[in-house]
């Protein structure tokens, strides 16, 4: 997540498209744009990881108060960052057509069910 706001910055910068009148003024010929698709696949990513790393730290707290292995519960943190620094790269500094970005992302979502489903069957 904090990759994405620079990356947001970037985009906006490169194709002078900017969401505010007075943030116009930092570049020459920049306009007020809200469309521009190359800032808003920026924006998409971020949302994106907005909504699957919030998921992912509660359900993650909740695991590790289960007192999971804590190789295993390492290993399940790691594979979600990668996972989820791959759909970022994926998706908005070198797209490449999907499934790439599914595979990704549905990595990131089976961790986060697989945690969850620790946490359920741990309380039982």
Same mark, same amino acid.
């Given at each position: 997540? #904090?990759? @994405?706001?620079?990356?947001?910055? =970037? !985009? +906006?910068?490169?194709?002078?498209?900017?969401?505010?009148? $007075?943030?116009? @003024?930092?570049?020459?010929?920049?306009?007020?744009?809200?469309?521009?698709?190359?800032? $808003? +696949?920026? +924006? =998409?990513?971020? /949302?994106?990881? /907005?909504?699957?790393?919030?998921? *992912?730290?509660?359900?993650?707290?909740?695991?590790?108060?289960?007192?999971?292995?804590?190789? /295993?519960?390492?290993? #399940? *943190?790691?594979?979600?960052?990668?996972? =989820?620094?791959?759909?970022?790269?994926?998706?908005?500094?070198?797209? %490449?057509? !999907?499934?790439? +970005? *599914?595979?990704?992302?549905?990595?990131?979502? #089976?961790?986060? %069910?697989?945690?969850?489903?620790?946490?359920?069957?741990?309380?039982?």
């Amino acid at each position: 997540m #904090l990759l @994405m706001s620079p990356l947001t910055a =970037r !985009q +906006r910068f490169k194709n002078k498209s900017f969401s505010n009148p $007075e943030d116009t @003024m930092f570049v020459k010929g920049s306009k007020v744009r809200y469309d521009h698709p190359d800032v $808003e +696949r920026v +924006r =998409r990513a971020h /949302l994106n990881d /907005l909504e699957n790393i919030s998921v *992912f730290f509660i359900v993650a707290l909740a695991y590790v108060l289960t007192n999971p292995p804590p190789v /295993l519960a390492i290993n #399940l *943190f790691r594979a979600f960052t990668v996972a =989820r620094i791959g759909h970022t790269i994926v998706y908005c500094i070198l797209p %490449i057509p !999907q499934p790439a +970005r *599914f595979l990704f992302c549905f990595v990131g979502w #089976l961790i986060t %069910i697989f945690m969850a489903g620790s946490v359920i069957l741990y309380s039982l």
